[in-house]
């Protein structure tokens, strides 16, 4: 037995469940994704992952900029879904189409619910130091991931991991999970719990100005920042070799260091900088238009001494240490 299904997704996040759903023999009547954009070099426009998958698959593809005209409600009513899987789609369900399927309406999210609900749940654990998320399926309300759940599966956060690194495993247990949703759904075990009142929390959307690094915050806090925002938009802090034009430099991984000094002071040839308290280790780099490297290929080509400032609390060029 299989479920007729609509499946509703975009990014990279959404695609390994797609795949699990049709390696388990449900119909997926038809997929909903974000609408080409345009990307690289040529900005041609370019399908979302979700719509290049489908696509593969063999499964038709819509892709409405809206839900809220009464004709694409009436296109989406009209597929007689059983039930309709929503996984970082993008746009708000209205209720005519949270209604629609027979089953109802059903979200994979990448937190703890009721901590972290919104637009970016894993950047914001590990911008918060949480050291254990979730992945949920809950049976989804016009609120903001509100709806009750049925079921979670705990996800340790490693002291290093980042946030590219959560995704991807978080990816591939909210694919697990969902199927297993749907086999209780056709059974009738599938019993949603509300979310507690207590200890809510809003993932808002990253702002890349955000991702600038203040070595002035506590190093657990800098180390936090620069792993939830890797690989995407990436932390960065600005900075000059000797005789050099200032450059924006990305972190992509870093870990807690010892020593101390002056905040932004690098303290040794392992790119250990000082913060407010305690140190971090720069583990890997990304200078602009250049691939990602470790730190100590980053040091091959580019000189920072002993007691450079970095960031927003180092001196002028001039005025460095040589």
Known sequence: MSLKIVFMG???FSVPALEAIHAAGHDVLAVYSQPPRPAGRGMAER???????????????????????????????D????????????LILPMPILAAPRLGCFNVHASALPRWRGAAPIQRAIMAGDTETAVMVMRM?????????????????????????????????????????????????????????????????????????????PAAEVHNHIRGLSPFPGAWFETAPPGGKPERIKVLRSTLGDG?????????????IACGEGAV???????????????????RGFTLPRGTRLGRAAPPAAARPA
Not at 146 to 168: N, S, W
Not at 260 to 272: F, I, K, M, N
């Open 281 to 299: 280790r720069l583990v890997e780099i990304q200078r602009a238009g250049k691939r990602a490297m470790t730190s100590e290929e980053f040091l």
């Open 141 to 217: 309300e016009e609120g903001l991931d509100t709806g009750p759940v049925g079921m979670t599966k705990r996800v340790p956060i490693g002291p290093d991991m980042t946030a590219g690194e959560l995704h991807d495993v978080l990816a591939s247990r909210g694919a697990e999970l969902i199927v297993r949703a749907l086999a209780a759904l056709e059974n009738g075990t599938f019993v949603p719990v509300p979310q507690p009142d207590e200890g809510v929390t809003y993932a808002a959307k990253i702002d890349k100005k955000e991702a600038e690094i203040d070595f002035a915050r």
């Open 10 to 12: 975009t990014p990279d």
């Open 47 to 77: 399908p979302s992952p979700v719509h290049a998958k489908a696509a593969a698959l063999g499964i038709p593809v819509r892709t409405p900029r809206a839900l809220r005209d009464a004709d694409q409600q009436t296109l989406f009513a």
């Open 79 to 90: 597929l007689r879904a059983d039930a309709a899987v929503v996984i970082a789609y993008g």
């Open 260 to 272: 101390r000094g002056q905040p932004g002071e690098v303290l040794d040839d392992r790119l250990t």
